[in-house]
């Protein structure tokens, strides 16, 4: 049921939504300040650099490898950047976030962690073959030439909450593994460090798939309106319900 909820929060938290809402209702109604609700929101949400600077607020900020230091004993890499509704399955597809999975064999060929632990099971709400993506981006990196026995794979979670207490379970039967590096997305990172360190782990952090850039004073950045800060925001404003639900249920 919590997974589902998420998933039509995912849908009510989209700022496209509201727009698309208040122009109907504007109309219908005839209501004239509707409307003009409806083209500031539009302003608003599709402005690059409000969203840019909303993002570098949120997002925890990256850490050289210098920062991070050697010797861990494995990194914690969460799943959420592969597409199971693409055809045909034959291979993997990978989204958004995919500097997770990059990062982690980055750090992997650099020594810095000597094994990868995946965590995450099925993403999707409605499927039918249930896949784990875990098991996905261990194909990826047994092509990339990682040894069978350097990857773990934790294969129920199906949220950042389960992420942290499955690992937990699966970390308990090798206690060979001392110092871990968690790896995730860098607008995850709050939430998802909150919740590893709810269930006792203390992992160091190494955000990746960066939504946000450097800041910049263009024309363009300023002023132009573009569609991508509208996907930008819904994927902020989303994981910041989540966090706030996820404090709420005491997972943090």
């Given at each position: 049921m919590f997974?589902?909820?998420?998933k039509l929060l995912d849908f009510l938290l989209?700022?496209?939504?509201?727009?698309?809402?208040?122009?109907?209702i504007g109309l219908l109604w005839r209501r004239r300040r509707l409307l003009w609700a409806a083209a500031g929101l539009?302003?608003?949400?599709?402005?690059?650099?409000?969203?840019?600077?909303?993002?570098?607020?949120?997002?925890?900020?990256?850490?050289t490898l210098r920062q991070l230091g050697t010797g861990y004993d494995a990194g914690i890499l969460l799943t959420g950047?592969?597409?199971?509704?693409?055809?045909?399955?034959?291979?993997?597809?990978?989204?958004?976030?995919?500097?997770?999975?990059?990062?982690?064999?980055w750090l992997y060929r650099a020594g810095r962690i000597h094994r990868i632990l995946i965590s995450g099971g099925s993403g999707a709400a409605f499927d039918s073959v249930?896949?784990?993506?875990a098991a996905d981006l261990r194909t990826l990196l047994?092509?990339?030439?990682?040894?069978?026995?350097h990857i773990l794979l934790e294969t129920r979670s199906r949220n950042t909450h389960e992420n942290a207490v499955f690992t937990k379970e699966l970390l308990a039967l090798h206690p060979e593994i001392g110092r871990m590096v968690l790896i995730t997305s860098a607008f995850h990172m709050r939430r998802a460090a909150g919740c590893f360190a709810k269930v006792g782990l203390q992992?160091?952090?190494?955000?990746?798939?960066?939504y946000s850039v450097d800041r910049r004073y263009t024309p363009a950045a300023l002023l132009l309106p573009s569609e991508e800060p509208l996907r930008l925001w819904g994927v902020?404003?989303?994981?910041?319900?989540?966090?706030?639900?996820?404090?709420?249920?005491?997972?943090?």
């Open positions: 997974f589902l909820l998420s989209s700022p496209a939504l509201w727009i698309v809402g208040l122009l109907l539009l302003l608003l949400f599709t402005n690059p650099f409000l969203a840019n600077e909303a993002l570098l607020a949120w997002e925890r900020p990256p850490v950047i592969t597409d199971v509704h693409k055809s045909p399955h034959d291979r993997v597809y990978l989204g958004a976030g995919a500097d997770r999975l990059l990062h982690t064999l249930a896949r784990s993506e047994r092509l990339a030439g990682v040894p069978r026995q992992p160091a952090t190494f955000p990746a798939a960066y902020l404003l989303h994981e910041m319900a989540g966090y706030v639900v996820y404090k709420v249920l005491g997972y943090l």
